[in-house]
């Protein structure tokens, strides 16, 4: 069966700082991986999304980037962390019938 | 592009009693509709999905969910609540071939004894 991790689950990072959050997929190849964003109280904003190794769709612009150096792992990350870059990520990925699946999440506190 | 509305932010329901969470989605076609329930600090859990076919949805611990395309909506329910159902349950709508789901504000479930 297919599983989702991501790392690490709890972070607190001064401003300034770089980011890097990792998220492997295991039990499927080539999956479409994305990262979403949880702010609090709000809503779920969808950040990136990937296809394949080496392709990376943004959807808004902001301080974040994302890779995927490999086909079952995809990273977040930033050079300058922010205050407003606090919140909750979590790492999906697709299976069949576009049902997405999620990650534990990772609480990032930017102070 | 699809969008999904969920009208309730947040709903207090008591111990035993029904739950129905409303959803009402925008696409031109039938979508793909999924259920998702998140417990405080945890990542999104699939209750259930709807795809084609029979419009009533069975999932995931004990919720049911209903299609209605005349009214564009995809309405969760249970008809008796236990206090660890308190959550957030995010509607989502998908199309299909597209990557991506269009996820609704959510709507908070709190359960009173």
């Known amino acids: 069966s297919q599983t989702i991790h991501q790392w690490p689950a709890t972070l607190v990072q001064p401003v300034g700082s770089p980011l890097s959050l990792e998220c492997t997929v295991e039990g499927t190849s080539n999956p479409n991986l994305y990262w979403y964003r949880q702010a609090a109280g709000r809503g779920l904003q969808l950040l990136f999304y990937s296809v394949g190794i080496g392709q990376i769709s943004s959807e808004v612009p902001q301080n974040l980037s994302a890779s995927r150096p490999q086909d079952r792992q995809f990273i977040l990350s930033s050079k300058k962390l922010l205050l407003s870059d606090s919140g909750f990520y979590l790492c999906?990925?697709?299976?069949?019938?576009?049902?997405?699946?999620f990650g534990e999440g990772s609480w990032l506190t930017v102070v | 592009a699809q969008s999904v509305t969920q009208p309730d932010i947040h709903i207090t329901v008591s111990e035993g009693a029904s739950l129905e969470l409303r959803c009402n989605y925008s696409?031109?076609?039938?979508?793909?509709l999924f259920w998702y329930v998140q417990s405080p600090g945890q990542g999104l859990q699939l209750l259930l999905k709807?795809?084609?076919?029979?419009?009533l949805v069975q999932g995931i611990k004990g919720f049911e969910a209903e299609f209605k395309r005349s009214q564009s909506s995809f309405n969760l329910r249970k008809p008796s609540v236990h206090w660890s159902d308190a959550a957030e349950y995010f509607c989502?709508?998908?199309?299909?071939?597209?990557?991506?789901?269009?996820f609704g504000a959510g709507t908070t479930v709190t359960v009173r004894a």
């Open positions: 696409y031109g076609a039938t979508p793909y």
């Open positions: 989502a709508v998908g199309a299909p071939g597209d990557y991506k789901l269009s």
């Open positions: 709807y795809f084609s076919g029979d419009t």
């Open positions: 999906a990925w697709r299976a069949s019938g576009n049902t997405i699946y």
